[in-house]
């Protein structure tokens, strides 16, 4: 497996402000993707991080909204922008290892007020 | 679209009885992931099955991966307190670059 670290690990903010989560993993990794995950529901998928190009979206996501940067094989970072209550979820970043199996950082727990 | 369908949403029982979750789909994959995830934690990797038919048993629980790699099923033997929580399944298809597509979870009550 490997150890993936995200900052923060939970926040409160404002509505019209937007957040930056950060993803780091100790091993460099092809694959990393952003997920959500809303109260009392199960994982969503948002967009493939792609490193040295533009991230792939989902169906209902868009770049404008959700900017994911990916400088390097280790580190990604989201951006939820112009937050309202409707964004208050968990972020959770993950990556593929070996045989495609998938394991989740620690989440970020997003309260917008 | 792929479609996940986990069933039962909700199971509550008694330490000590077996359960099984299902995770079925009209689509195949080329590997599944069950998750368990505690409450207020992340979602931490169980098993992946890769091969129709195949099965895993990690102590209590076994897996399996249907023959045409299309459903999955999670069985909990002599359930305890401990097993309690949020049982998601996820499907990956390696030709769409193995993005998962997750079940709508099972979330399981183990009473003492």
């Known amino acids: 497996s490997a150890v993936i670290s995200q900052k923060p690990s939970r926040d409160i903010c404002q509505r019209g402000t937007s957040l930056t989560i950060q993803c780091q993993v100790d091993?460099?990794?092809?694959?990393m993707f952003w997920y959500r995950q809303q109260p009392g529901q199960s994982l969503t998928l948002i967009a493939t991080?792609?490193?040295?190009?533009?991230?792939?979206?989902e169906s209902g996501f868009v770049i404008d909204k959700f900017p994911i940067s990916r400088p390097n094989l280790t580190f990604s970072t989201l951006t939820v922008s112009n937050m309202s209550p409707e964004d208050s979820s968990i972020y959770l970043c993950?990556?593929?290892?070996?045989?495609?199996?998938?394991?989740f950082g620690p989440g970020t727990r997003l309260t917008v007020t | 679209t792929q479609l996940l369908e986990q069933s039962p949403q909700f199971l509550s029982i008694q330490e000590g009885e077996n359960l099984t979750v299902y995770c079925n789909s009209s689509?195949?994959?080329?590997?599944l992931q069950w998750y368990r995830q505690e409450p207020g934690e992340s979602s931490v990797l169980l098993v992946t099955?890769?091969?129709?038919?195949e099965v895993k048993k990690l102590k209590r629980l076994t897996f399996q991966f249907g023959d045409a790699r299309k459903d999955s099923s999670l069985h909990i033997t002599a359930a305890q307190p401990g097993d309690t929580g949020l049982y998601l399944c996820?499907?990956?298809?390696?030709?769409?670059?193995?993005?998962?597509?997750f079940g709508g979870g099972t979330r399981v009550l183990v009473k003492p």
């Open positions: 099955v890769v091969t129709g038919g």
């Open positions: 091993s460099q990794v092809t694959m």
């Open positions: 993950s990556v593929v290892l070996g045989r495609g199996e998938q394991y």
């Open positions: 991080a792609n490193q040295g190009s533009e991230a792939t979206y």
């Open positions: 689509s195949v994959f080329s590997s």
């Open positions: 996820a499907g990956a298809r390696w030709a769409a670059g193995n993005k998962l597509t």
